[in-house]
């Protein structure tokens, strides 16, 4: 390869991990900000190496069981990310989470799943993608085909928490009206109540991409 066609590469390379990790003009005066910058893992802490960046995405690596989390902590915020999904992908956003432990308990897990995938066929209604697992059961069928992008807003406001996939609204739940120790996967989840803490993506051996992820935080009185 010519030193020209090299230079032409990189510079692709740079626009695509630009557009992945950019946000629009009208949700930037909104006051979102991204989450990843399209280049590497800054602001982010964890199991870094179970999860690279490949032109602009970030990727969980197949066979990657680890989590990262944002090394800032949220309270109430509106998260908008695009993900694809490999077949049978599993992975999950942790929200409000202590950054130790397991977050489905220590804090609120968002369930990222295949769950068209015959492997999950005898999976439990809060199992199913977008769920809080082991608490709210999501409506499922929102997913688009495997291979393809999905676009998914998690919105939580004090106990209120909404999943958005592809437009429309799979949960929508208050779950500081729920008690941590009776919940319907019949586990306690002691970080239910939580009010902040911090973001994270939490692998489970499978390989999923995201791209476009960005954040505002919201105040008591947002509407």
């Known amino acids: 390869m010519t030193r020209h066609a090299l230079a032409w590469t990189a510079v692709l390379a740079a626009c695509a991990a630009l557009i992945a990790a950019g946000v629009p003009a009208a949700e930037k005066e909104e006051g979102f900000a991204p989450l990843f910058n399209g280049r590497d893992l800054a602001?982010?802490?964890?199991?870094?190496?179970?999860?690279?960046?490949?032109?602009?995405?970030?990727?969980?690596?197949?066979?990657?069981?680890?989590?990262?989390?944002t090394e800032k902590e949220y309270s109430d915020f509106h998260l908008k990310f695009e993900f694809r999904l490999a077949p049978g992908?599993?992975?999950?956003?942790?929200?409000?989470?202590?950054?130790?432990?397991t977050a489905a308990y220590t804090g609120i897990e968002l369930q990222i799943l295949d769950d068209t995938s015959p492997k999950y066929a005898d999976i439990k209604p809060y199992q199913y993608h977008g769920s809080v697992y082991g608490v709210v059961p999501a409506k499922p069928g929102h997913l688009k085909k495997v291979g393809e992008w999905n676009a998914e807003e998690i919105i939580a406001r004090q106990g209120r928490i909404q999943v958005i996939l592809n437009g429309t609204t799979i949960v929508d739940a208050d779950v500081?009206?729920?008690?941590?120790?009776?919940?319907?996967?019949?586990?306690?989840?002691?970080?239910?109540?939580?009010?902040?803490?911090?973001?994270?993506?939490?692998?489970?051996g499978t390989r999923v991409e995201f791209r476009n992820v960005r954040i505002k935080e919201l105040g008591n009185d947002a509407p």
């Open 43 to 69: 602001g982010w802490t964890g199991d870094t190496k179970g999860y690279t960046m490949e032109n602009g995405l970030l990727v969980c690596q197949e066979k990657s069981s680890g989590c990262i989390y």
């Open 89 to 101: 992908a599993n992975n999950g956003v942790g929200i409000r989470a202590p950054g130790k432990g």
């Open 176 to 204: 500081w009206k729920i008690d941590p120790n009776q919940t319907i996967d019949g586990r306690p989840h002691p970080g239910l109540h939580n009010k902040k803490g911090h973001i994270g993506l939490l692998g489970h």
